[in-house]
């Protein structure tokens, strides 16, 4: 005897699923919202890149009108052989990698205390945060005027002595200044790499009856390197490119022993008047500039990669 089966009741109108629409979300539908800004960034960072590249192939001296004239690399060449860049380039060079490893060291002893729990812990991260908040131009002028100054600053009131610190020392002293105000900035990152780590394995590691040392060395520091590649990084992008120390403090004396290559070419371009050559230094600083960054950002790329393999 077969069964008779019952009709299939009808799916209410509500829970039908509506299939999608295809071709109504493309990639670029979803992109487009962003193209404002990308026009506006195109706009103002290489629209201005392409001129100075054009630029840097002309011979042009704004105190000779009419002068301006195609002269292909030899802008370049005499950059390279012009003993007052080579000069700036070594004094960029001595800045940023004493600059960015002193203020590494300095912000991860510093996060390092801040890591730990005492009465007054957010009183002192705020007030250690606070060089970072200054305008770069305001702390220069405050450093210039309040610590090296030869008769009223405070090192002459701690030391006693009459040391014109910018006249004697003064690629040291933009230095000082540059450290105090990037040292915020390098102790924020690694705080934040800091405070990620794993309690659990602390614990543990204290269990096994393992030393501060010992912890840090094999734990922390390792915990640690992707945020102290990422602070290596960042600090240099920004110190290789300081001028307002420099403008404010020493004008790049004395002589050209405090020039680094913001400054030089800002001599060249605004107080030589000489547009070609400025622009010619101007791209090589962005290409060697390019090249580091290129560096360092694959090797912290793969650094992520190896430790989010290692999960």
Not at 178 to 197: R, Y
Not at 208 to 232: E, K, M, N, Y
Not at 255 to 272: K, V
Request: aromatic share 12%; proline share 6%; charged share 15%.
């Amino acid at each position: 005897m077969s069964r008779i089966s019952a009709p299939a009741r009808p799916e209410p109108a509500h829970a039908r699923k509506v299939p999608p629409k295809r071709g109504t979300d493309t990639p670029f539908k979803r992109r487009l919202p962003l193209l404002p800004a990308l026009l506006f960034v195109v706009a103002v960072t290489q629209l201005p890149f392409l001129l100075t590249v054009f630029y840097s192939f002309q011979s042009w001296n704004l105190v000779r009108p009419g002068s301006r004239h195609f002269v292909g690399l030899r802008n370049y060449i005499d950059v390279f052989a012009d003993s007052t860049f080579l000069g700036a380039l070594l004094n960029t060079v001595v800045l940023t990698v004493v600059c960015v490893f002193v203020s590494l060291l300095l912000g991860l002893g510093l996060a390092i205390l801040l890591d730990r729990k005492f009465l007054g812990r957010g009183v002192v991260r705020t007030l250690l945060i606070t060089p970072f908040l200054i305008l770069p131009a305001a702390g220069a002028l405050l450093w210039k005027t309040t610590m090296f100054d030869p008769t009223y600053g405070l090192l002459h009131f701690v030391f006693g002595t009459d040391v014109d610190w910018l006249s004697e020392f003064p690629l040291a002293a933009v230095m000082a200044q540059v450290v105090w105000q990037w040292t915020p900035f390098m102790m924020l990152l690694i705080l934040a790499g800091l405070q990620s780590q794993p309690k659990d394995v602390l614990e543990a590691a204290a269990v096994d009856g393992a030393g501060r040392w010992r912890t840090f060395t094999s734990i922390t520091l390792p915990h640690l390197s992707r945020f102290l590649q990422l602070a290596t990084l960042l600090g240099a992008i920004y110190i290789v490119n300081s001028f307002d120390a420099i403008f404010l403090m020493t004008q790049g004396g004395p002589g050209t022993a405090s020039t680094n290559l913001p400054f030089y070419i800002y001599q060249r371009a605004f107080q030589g008047f000489d547009v070609g050559q400025s622009s010619a230094m101007g791209v090589i600083v962005v290409i060697l500039t390019m090249i580091v960054a290129t560096f360092a950002l694959r090797l912290m790329f793969r650094t992520f990669s190896v430790q989010g393999g290692a999960k």
